[in-house]
Structure formats: C-alpha cells, structure tokens
Nanobody, 128 residues
C-alpha cells in the first residue's frame, strides 16, 4: 500500500516562497512518476507539476511555469515543489500523487486520472 504524506504548507506573504515535501512509503519510490495538484475552495482539483521516475522529465501548469520547480530525491523517497514568487491565487490545498506504470503518463501527466494514490494534502495560504 502506497502512502504519501505532504508537509511544508503554511501562511506566506505574496511574493514569498515555500517548499513543500511529499514523503512516500510502501513502494519502490524511484520507479514511479509523481505529480502535484492543488484545489482551491469551490474549484476543481488542478494540475501543478509532475516529475518522472528519474527526475529527468518535468511538466508544469502554465500558471506556475517559471515560478515553481519540482524535484525529487530518490534516496529519501521524497518529491518537492519549490514555490517562488507566490501569488494570492496560489492559495489552495496541495496534494501529491503517485502514478502507476503507464505508457500514457508522458502525454497525460496533468490528468488526475493518471494517478492512483493521493496524499491528504497540505494547506498553502498566500496573503496580500
């Protein structure tokens, strides 16, 4: 059973930075692609960023491109989004997700349906 635990959320002023972490257990972390999504109140869950098993391929939503950087440390079974230049509209609950083996992931990394395990989420609040 894959377990994912996010941490690092909190309250930050617009323009500031946060680094979230997602610690994974219950599987061979280095073999799987991972993603981050977020959900703001009253809105659907949306894609933020994704990274393949080796860290050599990354994807970003247009809304965070140039501000967020996703990385992973396979030795620590952890994936991180570094979030810089935060905006009020980045306020949301952030979730990490695990993707099972799939040939379609590289074309559909931004689709929640590509992921089968999700963490509980961590709240990020950006104030003006």
């Amino acid at each position: 059973q894959v377990q994912l635990a996010e941490s690092g959320g909190g309250l930050v002023q617009a323009g500031g930075s946060l680094r979230l972490s997602c610690a994974a257990s219950g599987h061979t972390f280095s073999s799987y692609n991972m993603g981050w999504f977020r959900q703001a109140p009253g809105k659907e869950r949306e894609f933020v960023a994704a990274i393949n098993w080796s860290g050599g391929t990354t994807f970003y939503a247009d809304s965070v491109k140039g501000r967020f950087t996703i990385s992973r440390n396979n030795g620590k079974n952890t994936v991180y989004p570094q979030m810089n230049s935060l905006k009020h509209e980045d306020t949301a609950v952030y979730y990490c997700a695990h993707a099972p083996y799939s040939n379609s992931w590289y074309e559909r990394a931004g689709h929640p349906s590509e992921y089968n395990y999700w963490g509980q989420g961590t709240q990020v609040t950006v104030f003006l």
